[in-house]
């Protein structure tokens, strides 16, 4: 079930002569580029040209891929197909944030006809870098913050995409019902990120007046991930993990700690379950994936990104591992258990 927050898914015939052939080849360099780019206005089907999309992701782990996997899927579905009338470029930044600005400059210089960053610092670089050519975002918490656009209801620029912010509510709420007598929460985090440090302050904001302190664990790259959560043992009833990249592409390291720890895990990535969390809340990346497709489809077919909105789910998916929670010292309750979506033993 989908757990919805209560406060806020091209044969030739063959050749006739070679000089026939030589002359249709003649005919064809000399066509204009606009005339290989024609629409059939009965169908409205997408241009026989070649378009050229480039994805880049700041890092690569099962939520960013998802989001890759959706947008590829959605593009296929519109009738773009890879290697047909469509060229996919996909490179990996693998956490570096200089390597996210080359890879920006890259495409760029490539003149793709539209970028595709998933991740807050991946689409920070390309908005760098390029002020014309479309940039569509995937997977960026608060795109505002980010200052990739000023607005949500259509930036007016080259940029649009796709968000996964979440609402806080539901968040606690999850956080309260498998620790009822919550005191303390530890958070896992990268400070260079943006995304983690919008999140950590709306997380002191939500709890400080329910009287459950926050207890911030910075840690800046993945390799720094055990170290900041060790650094939590003994002072904490729970670490609550965002779709921080560093700390999502190191989970297995934290989930250790917690297991050692007695800590639970609660998470807002659902396939932070499978890698170690007791619980998550979150949104569906694929969904958001095609989500993100849709908007690259519309610019493909003439829009303008400043004129799109961008995108915000609003439905909420519930993962729990009732095997985790055991690992990590607890017990779920069959309340919780009951509202998942999918248990993963």
Not at 233 to 258: F, P
Not at 300 to 312: F, Q, R
Request: proline share 4%.
């Amino acid at each position: 079930m989908l757990y919805q927050s209560r406060f806020g898914h091209f044969n030739f015939s063959k050749a006739l002569l070679l000089g026939g052939v030589c002359t249709a080849i003649l005919t064809g360099c000399n066509q204009s580029a606009q005339d290989t780019s024609t629409t059939d206005s009965a169908t409205g089907d997408a241009a026989t040209a070649m378009k050229t999309v480039a994805i880049t992701a700041i890092v690569e782990h099962p939520a960013l891929d998802d989001v890759r996997k959706g947008v590829i899927d959605e593009l296929n579905e519109a009738g773009f197909k890879d290697g047909e009338n469509l060229t996919v470029n996909f490179q990996s930044a693998q956490g570096n944030t200089a390597t996210a600005g080359q890879i920006a400059k890259q495409f760029v210089a490539d003149n793709s006809d539209v970028i595709i960053a998933i991740g807050t610092p991946s689409a920070q670089s390309v908005a760098a870098a390029t002020s014309s050519i479309p940039l569509v975002f995937s997977a960026v918490t608060d795109p505002v913050a980010a200052k990739l656009v000023t607005k949500l209801d259509g930036s007016g620029t080259n940029v649009t995409g796709g968000s996964d912010a979440l609402p806080y509510e539901p968040q606690i709420e999850l956080m309260r019902q498998i620790i009822p007598n919550l005191k303390n929460v530890g958070y896992v985090y990268s400070p260079g990120e943006v995304n983690s440090t919008t999140i950590l302050n709306n997380l002191k904001e939500k709890l400080t007046p329910l009287g459950i302190n926050v207890l911030e664990a910075p840690a800046q790259r993945s390799t720094d991930i055990a170290m900041a959560a060790r650094s939590l043992e003994g002072k904490v009833d729970m670490i609550y993990t965002s779709t921080d990249n560093n700390v999502v592409s190191a989970y297995e390291s934290l989930y250790q700690v917690a297991k050692e720890s007695k800590i639970p895990l609660i998470a807002s990535d659902t396939s932070s379950v499978e890698r170690g969390a007791v619980a998550a809340l979150g949104v569906d990346y694929y969904a958001l994936g095609r989500e993100t497709g849709k908007i690259v489809v519309r610019i493909l077919n003439g829009e303008k990104a400043g004129a799109i909105p961008v995108y915000t789910p609003q439905m909420l998916d519930l993962y729990v591992s009732p095997t985790h929670a055991k690992e990590q010292g607890i017990t779920l309750s069959q309340a919780v258990i009951d509202k998942a979506k999918e248990v993963v033993e």
